[in-house]
């Protein structure tokens, strides 16, 4: 078994070599049945500072199919969702001046990938689990997402610089 680098300490799986892994199938080696369950990959987001601009590009050069702009002002962001064949991205943009996406944008003013989002089939036991792992999450407790679900984000140091979205499927 060869360890996965990269979000290693995050997720803690053992996987087989790369070419045994490319299946639909979720990972869950190394972590009990019984406790929780690492889930398909939910979405890339894209933080962008203009929004009708990523849209049109998404829609109308790419011809993807692109979702109505959703303002999430609890997160702080307008959200817009980009189907694709297995997975989604999405879009962000930010909503007031106390966004996080605005100060991503300040740093990154062409904007860029902000965070993955990986489903979990039970997010109490994968922060409990976790925050035994001394991996560090942004907030308190889990908050309803973009959509509809209790999300917790998982703190970037502790993800070899990836922000790592928990979502509850």
Same mark, same amino acid.
């Not at 199919?65 to 879009?91: C, D, I, M, R, W």
């Not at 944008?105 to 994968?126: F, P, R, W, Y």
């Given at each position: 078994?060869?360890?996965?680098?990269?979000?290693?300490?995050?997720?803690?799986?053992?996987?087989?070599?790369?070419?045994?892994?490319?299946?639909?199938?979720?990972?869950?080696?190394?972590?009990?049945?019984?406790?929780?369950?690492?889930?398909?990959? !939910?979405?890339?987001?894209?933080?962008?500072? *203009?929004?009708? %601009?990523?849209?049109?590009?998404?829609? *109308?050069?790419?011809?993807?199919?692109?979702?109505?702009?959703?303002?999430?002002?609890?997160?702080?962001?307008?959200?817009?969702?980009?189907?694709?064949? !297995?997975?989604?991205? /999405?879009?962000?943009?930010?909503?007031?001046? %106390?966004?996080?996406?605005?100060?991503?944008?300040?740093?990154?003013?062409?904007?860029?990938?902000?965070?993955?989002?990986?489903?979990? *089939?039970?997010? %109490?036991?994968?922060?409990?689990?976790?925050?035994?792992? !001394? #991996?560090?999450?942004?907030?308190?407790?889990?908050? #309803?997402?973009?959509?509809?679900?209790?999300?917790?984000?998982?703190?970037?140091?502790?993800?070899?610089?990836?922000?790592? /979205?928990?979502?509850?499927?």
């Amino acid at each position: 078994m060869y360890a996965v680098r990269g979000l290693s300490r995050c997720i803690s799986l053992t996987t087989p070599p790369l070419r045994a892994i490319s299946s639909s199938v979720p990972l869950r080696q190394g972590v009990p049945s019984s406790v929780w369950k690492l889930g398909r990959l !939910n979405h890339v987001a894209i933080a962008v500072p *203009d929004l009708e %601009k990523a849209k049109a590009l998404y829609r *109308d050069v790419l011809g993807a199919q692109v979702s109505a702009t959703v303002p999430l002002p609890e997160h702080g962001v307008y959200t817009v969702f980009v189907e694709l064949g !297995n997975t989604k991205l /999405e879009l962000l943009h930010p909503l007031g001046e %106390k966004s996080p996406i605005a100060g991503f944008l300040q740093k990154n003013k062409s904007g860029g990938m902000h965070h993955i989002c990986i489903e979990v *089939d039970d997010i %109490k036991a994968a922060i409990l689990a976790l925050k035994a792992q !001394n #991996i560090r999450m942004l907030s308190a407790e889990p908050r #309803i997402g973009a959509h509809g679900k209790p999300v917790m984000f998982l703190h970037p140091k502790d993800c070899d610089g990836v922000l790592v /979205e928990l979502e509850e499927a």
